[in-house]
């Protein structure tokens, strides 16, 4: 039997919690500055894997950068804020970050997460906060597959269970092979 997808441990993710009236325009000039991206509505992932947004809550938006720049990032957010009620942090190392990739990415994700994930339902650029099993996770959709976040603390867990849920062939069945 082949796996159904392929999973696969990012390194070094920069991620960036950014706080505050999401209506703001200095909030949301601070986000086109740091990832290129506009203003993501509610349930929704711009960008791609090395530079991104997410809707995470009302107030919380998930700034995906490159690693190595988070600093420099998070300094120029408090510079575009200076004065505005917001919080940005450094997330990046209590993150652990996975991409589920292949024609069975959808089933893999099924097994673990109560999600719709029928392609009429979830798509490319669509983003979820929701339970992996038994730890909090969140995941958005792009061209060949999936990025799975969760807490670096329960990280080898994840690994593991995204690992065991792409093992066996037959899929779920709820879903076609293709994305």
Not at 64 to 77: F, H, K, T
Not at 80 to 89: D, E, F, T
Not at 166 to 171: E, F, P, V
């Amino acid at each position: 039997m082949s796996d159904l997808a392929q999973v696969t441990r990012v390194a070094a993710c920069g991620m960036i919690t950014l706080r505050g009236d999401l209506g703001s325009a200095k909030l949301t000039k601070a986000v086109k500055a740091v990832t290129g991206q506009a203003m993501p509505t509610s349930g929704q992932f711009l960008g791609d894997a090395t530079s991104g947004v997410a809707w995470m809550s009302p107030d919380e938006l998930l700034l995906v950068v490159p690693y190595a720049d988070v600093a420099q990032n998070v300094a120029q957010i408090d510079k575009v804020l200076v004065g505005h009620h917001y919080l940005a942090v450094d997330v990046s190392d209590a993150r652990a970050v996975f991409n589920v990739s292949g024609v069975r990415a959808r089933d893999v994700l099924a097994r673990l997460c109560p999600v719709d994930l029928h392609p009429d339902s979830f798509g490319v650029g669509q983003f979820r906060r929701t339970r992996m099993a038994q730890v909090a996770a969140a995941f958005w959709m792009h061209d060949t597959g999936f990025e799975v976040v969760c807490f670096q603390s329960v990280g080898h867990y994840a690994q593991d269970l995204l690992a065991q849920a792409a093992k066996n062939a037959t899929g779920t069945g709820f879903y076609a092979p293709d994305m």
